[in-house]
């Protein structure tokens, strides 16, 4: 079990008696290397499918434009590059937007305060981080409630000894006992104290994307945080192609400061895209277009990600569904028009309607990982915990999605066809009508041959019924309840832990508490 | 809701008052024409590897060999064709089998007695049929227990008004109340009368393979039987590399008569094959060459099927092991191994290890579906129904799965660029900001826009809590029981039911029972 490995010292940044105590206590948790697909993608458009969506794209930049809501500063931006502003309405003319997008990088490196949980991100990397938003929490012995600040250490936690997780995430839930402008402040502690993997800044206010950056400087370093990229942040586009003044200035305050933001549209389709795939992807993709090309006359170069959030409706109850066909084409289309602009790829996810973590749960969060490993996602949000739409994050699901996650690891890493994957001489050594259990060639590789679930179950039936005939959710709350039991805090210099302190508890004393 | 679409005539064979009258009151049900697929596959082996394993299957045919078991008449067979005969032993010159292969159909037609029900197997095609084999079945209220006759004749009826099933199958459950040389007659009979979908023959004893024949010579008439297929029938390789004479001699019988056979290795990774992906794949291929080599030697141009069901083990408990990863690989593997050979494809399945319709069994069915589609399979056995390793047939998940297929229809037939598709107006019209809700092409299109579930929960969490706070398996529960209550006979003639009645009565008649 990956929270029992043992102690293994670490050496940290920083000195002092304090500092090698903490580190002699720490527990090292086994954290599998971020994907690195050794297998094609699944292509679902046509070079002449992709060229029409692609010129489409093109017509809606230049001739109905896009909205920067509030934001002299970015319309003068455009101006200044070409583009025809008319109110808020920018005008892009054709092939701008995509000449200005190519100063962004095909891949970079988020770094982590432990090195060796370091992600990249583009090319055929697939890194794997939390659900981000809900305001509810769900767990079996609980029931449905709104989230809180515990709840949120607790999914860091389960996150941190999640072995198929690269990454800790943002809001892994919303804590609503924490008054919403000093959230972030907390929420970054937690990520930063209660894991030592990567993790999202704060973009709810640009004020609060600059508290992110200026924690960063506490834990990193100041000019560690000005050469290297320490967040990856969510930027939704408020979509049909508009891009509002708070996610812009805080895509600012991030790409001025050289840190990553997902620039995605966040589409229900029916409602803020055309109930097309092609429609909806033509949309996308000027959306994209448009956001991306603004972070890099923010700062050419700063690093970004095309993302797409895309789910379909059920247009009896107007409720998002998701784990759907259209979804799946349509992220595997987006990630096409990523690859074909260079650019890493955001999308999918655990995604379900379900209110439960039961059988829909599973069948739409699985439909959902396997179009996001095939489509080329190279930073996939919301890959565990995720419940009923996006309102819940389950404790349950967090640990059975996470457990999912390996099986992506597996199958990205493709089929080997050396001369002992080959396996000739055991077919010859078996021959006809033998067997294979006992043979040299089994003996020698199956520890390694085939993934195996931490949490389902393979019990001869007898076993399992006499242990309760427990279902999914029963096994997933014990698997909760054990890692949350044995969850180590990784070290952190004692000094670094202090000044994290002492910033929080400054910003939150220099102002009163507000709720909305 | 299909299974109320209304009474709509339908003109069948023969004639006679009873048989107007059968025709005028039976029920319409919607079934989904066979999924022709308008995606690409997804080949997950290079034309290296590829190479690599054919070459190794043609030197375990060559070097190694295959047994054919107490079959003096294939012994005779292959020698005559030019292979090297040792005892039981087989031993096929490269190239032999590959040419024999050639006399194979690319693709067939197997015809239902209701025409519009007939399933084209091969090319791009992909055809549901559900789960094969369980000795148990289970659901909510009455648990775990041994199959009856009357609960093989509920699957029948699910089968049949389930729309996105285009096959009625063969063994549903094990009717293990009914002798064990009899059953084949009640369940054929089962498929003849309670469906007009396509169907299985026994393959239990060569016997029941004829006794099938000449059962469908009733329903279908003796030359139509002998000019067209209208039986696929799953012939399994004992493996490694046995082909034993029950089923090579179900398999000459159906050849003999045109009838189609899946030439199948029954593959648990690690005990009945090497436990590498690459090992797997050149013991399935060498074994598939060698099956429908033989099946051409009996008669070339018979109708079969390249067969693949292979899953992983459990190395610690020995239990074999669905939805994994080596699994989707062996099965992608495969696929592009057959499409080589220019034959139909079968793989997949709603595959599971799970005790119960929960969410383990979903992950790992969507899984196995989201891979049987990608990877090109035309029949798809076990596609639902099927728990706990294939011991049980499960009521809830037969409907949970039935409705799952829907997912993969709307998947396959791709992205469409037309016109109205690329939705250039509705963008226009729409603009930053607005909404798509009322826009004319939303209005003209949301109908076919989004594939909607006949069985999950769409609904707002209030509603959902009032109604019970259900999940999948509940909410699966209630659809069985209204499928059951709901379901009519389609009509058949009168005068073959009463000759098939006639048959099944003189054949029971003229053996005494054995359960074994």
Redesign the interface.
């Known amino acids: 079990m990956m929270a029992e490995a043992g102690v293994a010292p670490r050496r940290g940044r920083g000195g002092g008696g304090a500092a090698r105590r903490a580190e002699r206590t720490a527990i090292r948790i086994e954290t599998a290397k971020y994907i690195e697909r050794n ?2 993608n ?4 046509s070079e ?2 992709l060229e ?2 692609e010129t ?1 794209a093109e ?2 930049l230049a ?5 920067f809501v509030n934001n002299p500063g970015a319309l003068a931006l455009w101006r200044e590059a070409g583009a025809e502003v008319e109110g808020e ?1 920018v005008r892009i003319p054709r092939g701008l937007a995509r000449q200005l997008c190519q100063t962004a990088p095909e891949s970079f490196t988020q770094h982590a305060r432990n090195p060796e949980k370091n992600v990249v991100i583009g090319g055929k990397s697939l890194v794997c981080a939390p659900v981000y938003g809900p305001p509810f929490v769900r767990d079996a012995a609980g029931g ?1 409630r709104y989230a809180t600040m515990e709840d949120f250490r607790n999914f860091v936690k389960l996150g941190y000894m999640s072995k198929y997780l690269h990454h800790s995430g943002g809001t892994v839930c919303e804590p609503t006992d924490v008054p919403v402008n000093k959230r972030h402040l907390d929420m970054l502690l937690a990520h930063m104290t209660l894991s030592d993997k990567p993790f999202m800044g704060s973009v709810t206010e640009p004020s609060r994307a600059q508290d992110s950056v200026e924690m960063c400087e506490i834990l990193f370093g100041k000019d560690f945080v000005q050469q290297n990229t320490v967040m990856t942040s969510l930027i939704n586009i ?1 979509s ?3 891009f509002d003044d708070v996610m812009m200035g805080a895509l600012e305050i991030y790409a001025k400061n050289n840190q990553a933001c997902i620039v995605s549209p966040f589409i229900v ?11 909806t992807l ?2 996308v993709l000027a959306e994209v277009l448009a956001g991306i090309a603004y972070s890099q006359l923010v700062r050419p170069g700063a690093p970004v990600i095309f993302g797409a959030f895309v789910t ?8 998002p ?1 998701f ?4 979804a ?2 349509i992220l595997y ?1 987006a990630g096409q028009l990523a690859r074909r602009m260079k650019l890493p790829f955001r999308s999918g996810g655990g995604l379900c ?15 959902t990982l ?2 996001a490993l ?1 489509g080329g996602v190279n930073f996939m949000l919301h890959a565990c915990g995720w419940l ?1 739409g996006g ?1 819940v994050s389950s404790y349950e ?1 967090f640990v ?1 999605d996470a457990d ?1 996650l390996g ?5 990205a ?5 050396d001369e ?5 001489g ?3 050594e ?8 006992g043979c040299a ?2 003996q020698a ?3 390694e ?5 931490d949490l ?6 007898e076993t ?2 006499e242990e309760g ?1 427990r ?3 029963a096994l997933a709350s014990a698997r909760v309840a054990h890692l949350l039991n044995s969850y180590q805090q990784p070290a952190l210099d004692p000094e670094i832990a202090a000044a994290l302190n002492a910033y929080v508890a400054a910003k939150k004393a220099s102002m009163p508490d507000a709720f909305m």
Chains 1, 2 share one sequence.
Request: charged share 15%; glycine share 8%; no cysteine.
């Open positions: 297998i094609p699944f292509e679902i458009l002449e499918a029409i969506i489409n017509t809606v001739e109905i434009g896009v909205n309405r449905r408020n049909p192609m508009t389709g029916g409602a803020m895209a055309p109930v097309s795939v092609a429609g033509t949309q379909s409706i059920d247009m009896n109850s107007g409720a569904t784990g759907t066909p259209e799946s084409q289309g309607a379900s209110k439960l973590p039961d059988a829909q749960a599973a069948y739409e969060t699985a439909n396997n179009a095939l009923e309102l699901k059975m999912q099986v992506l690891h597996k199958m890493a493709g089929v080997s066809v002992n994957a080959q396996a000739m055991a077919i010859a078996v021959g006809p009508g033998g067997h294979y259990l060639h089994t590789n199956f520890k041959a085939f993934w195996r679930s389902l179950d393979y019990k001869p039936f399992w019924e005939a279902d999914t959710q």
